[in-house]
């Protein structure tokens, strides 16, 4: 059968062969590659409890189709969770969702038409690049220094694009210890930026998907808590803060937006078993979230640990003219090799030396980031980790 | 923020409001509305013991990111599922995914451009129905009689299409216990269906969402089972023989559509948790699958008491001149009242009556459907269907 010819055209040609974060790394390798939650900090025993608890007395309920925003009971606890963070919004605001991938997915099926121009970070997150090329966006680039995107550059880029008449649907944004770059958004930038699409009516996609795990440093208040019900949509995930595999999300959207938010979402409901695990390890009873609150807190003081441990073994072992940013939380830090240098040509030395990393150029829909590399602390313990710097330390002063 | 300028053409309409299967139904009224599985045969204690053992055992890989394809050993288990049930088919053949409707997505996205030609069954399943709306096909019906799609009329209809300039991408088709009619495609028109999709090089998505819930006749080989690798693909759900809380199905395909299929699934993985959960309880370890077996046996015994139940109240309180199908599995009949009948107009009366039923107009894309109604068996007890089937059977008399 002639397959080709019946394919779509978001479908028509190959996707890019990306080195994702779950690919197989060689035993002995020491794999800085993962983005993924420690799981040595997953609450085994209280989800066993949980899930007794929710089979036991819910059973019915959390094993039967459900309604497709999500239970209300599950999002009003998501709304006291939100007031606590800053961010005034009400049930009705709220999708839960397949993990923070699927609530990308469908902003960008609300908004974003063949060819419609995207703004993203660069470098950014490669799911997110993903799911705009499924949908065939024109997605341009807005670079990221320590601050995070640099919205004098995103003004610019703003003003030359509505000049040539493809005014950007979407600014999509990890405002707070961005993946990959590690880095957060300063609060005049955020302003900045709100002020920036407002006035250009494009809207906002914020991923806070790291925002929880804050480790040094003040809170800065969310996109959306600046402009409830104006233009701005948030995307979250429980996948940092609980469990990964449960595959938990939600969108923080206006009001106005959530019908269509729902036509959009026909895969019926996010697993509603899934979601009273999640409210029942999260919440005690009406009274609020300790329990997850603790959670977190714990989840700080290990990945707190595992940042200083990569962040004192770069300054240790990195050669000079390598450069590294200094996240104030979440997964990674993102390494700047000297001009001319390519990380992904070193990759294969560094995978005999026994240790691996995410080639930065990935991240990149338009320029060339040969130079970077995204090294992650979330999911090895910290003497794994400083002994993979050293590896790394010991490849990158036999190349440079 | 005016967000009408900014929605995709796809969102720009909102979709039509649909009776959804779990919309409420006021207090005293019985639903015959609810196509969900029957809640008391969820099997809760196993599950507990499942959940107990897979977080303790394996939850360091069930709470982790996983395989977006879903995990080896799940796949091998369904290879086997499949095996036994007469498809031929491997591990690189299957995906993992949420529910039976995101496979329906996956594989609308996969093929389908704004304004190419999706043939569905008249009536059918309304998900699908939205699904298609959202990816902008153009909806063409093919009609059902007692014995499913009338491949006569197919073939017919191939001819114009392809005779307009507009061949078909796809055909959607629901041939076992169909959604809502609740008729099973014939031997001899499975053979005419796969062979007039071969000849003009149209895809088949075969949604196999009833099929293990036979209660009655013999089964008949899947679709795909006459054309693997061959232009058929399947999509399959743990929702009616587990629990649809889970949201947990898969797609059968062929090899050559895997890693398009792949780089459409932007949610990350299927829950890992929820896949190891559907593992530990269908599989007493490499052996295979009897504890899933077994259970599948006693829920057909659970529905064929139901189907049994209404068929026979319908007989009973049914008045003259109004028609229904005799299904030989799953969760549905469906109601033919008389030439200019309207099932919607008598929505009211009906939930008056006590009773309530989904007005068929809205499993038809493009014929008025308003004769039909769609009465689910699934959900209550015998008792109860007939009580309902009796207040309908009133409601009836009185109005034809």
Redesign the interface.
């Known amino acids: 059968?002639?397959?080709q010819?019946?394919?779509?055209?978001?479908?028509a040609k190959?996707?890019p062969a990306l080195f994702r974060?779950?690919a197989a790394i060689p035993p002995g390798v020491i794999p800085l590659t993962y983005g993924?939650?420690d799981?040595?900090s997953?609450p085994?025993e209280a989800?066993?409890e949980a899930?007794?608890r929710v089979?036991?007395e819910q059973?019915?309920?959390?094993?039967?189709?459900?309604?497709i925003q999500g239970p209300e009971a599950f999002r009003a606890l998501l709304v006291a969770k939100l007031r606590a963070e800053g961010i005034q919004a009400g049930a009705e605001n709220i999708l839960v969702t397949?993990?923070g991938?699927?609530g990308?997915?469908l902003v960008g099926?609300?908004?974003?038409?063949p060819g419609?121009v995207v703004l993203v970070e660069a470098p950014t997150f490669i799911?997110a690049l993903?799911?705009f090329r499924?949908l065939e966006a024109d997605i341009q680039e807005v670079p990221v220094d320590e601050h995070g995107m640099d919205t004098d550059a995103l003004a610019q880029r703003l003003e030359q694009l509505v000049a040539q008449g493809r005014p950007p649907?979407l600014i999509y944004t990890i405002p707070t210890f961005q993946n990959p770059s590690g880095t957060t958004l300063s609060e005049p930038r955020r302003q900045a930026l709100v002020d920036l699409a407002?006035r250009h009516?494009v809207?906002i996609l914020e991923d806070d998907a790291y925002g929880e795990l804050r480790f040094s440093g003040e809170a800065l208040p969310a996109l959306y808590a600046r402009a409830p019900e104006?233009?701005v949509i948030q995307v979250r995930t429980f996948?940092k803060i609980l469990?990964?595999?449960?595959?938990l999300g939600y969108v923080v959207a206006?009001k106005?937006?959530m019908?269509?938010l729902l036509?959009?979402k026909?895969?019926?409901?996010?697993?509603?078993?899934?979601v009273s695990l999640a409210q029942a390890f999260a919440s005690d009873g009406a009274a609020g979230l300790e329990p997850l609150q603790r959670h977190i807190e714990t989840l700080q003081g290990v990945y707190r640990a595992r940042r200083d441990a990569m962040l004192s073994a770069l300054e240790e072992y990195a050669p000079p003219g390598v450069e590294w940013t200094h996240p104030d939380g979440g997964f990674f830090t993102w390494v700047t090799l000297p001009e001319g240098a390519d990380a992904g040509a070193l990759l294969a030395k560094a995978t005999e030396a026994g240790v691996s990393f995410i080639p930065g150029a990935q991240n990149f829909p338009q320029t060339d980031g040969r130079r970077h590399m995204r090294l992650s602390f979330s999911f090895l313990p910290p003497e794994q980790l400083t002994e993979g710097i050293r590896r790394l330390g010991r490849v990158l002063h036999d190349a440079l």
């Open positions: 059968m002639d397959y010819s019946l394919f779509s055209s978001r479908a190959p996707a974060a779950g993924f939650p799981p040595g997953f085994i989800l066993v899930a007794t089979l036991r059973g019915k309920d959390a094993l039967q189709y459900g309604p397949v993990g991938s699927q990308i997915d099926h609300l908004f974003v038409n419609d799911g993903q799911t499924n649907k407002r009516g809207m104006e233009g996948s469990a990964a595999g449960l595959r206006p106005e937006l019908a269509r036509q959009l026909v895969d019926v409901a996010t697993s509603p078993f899934v």
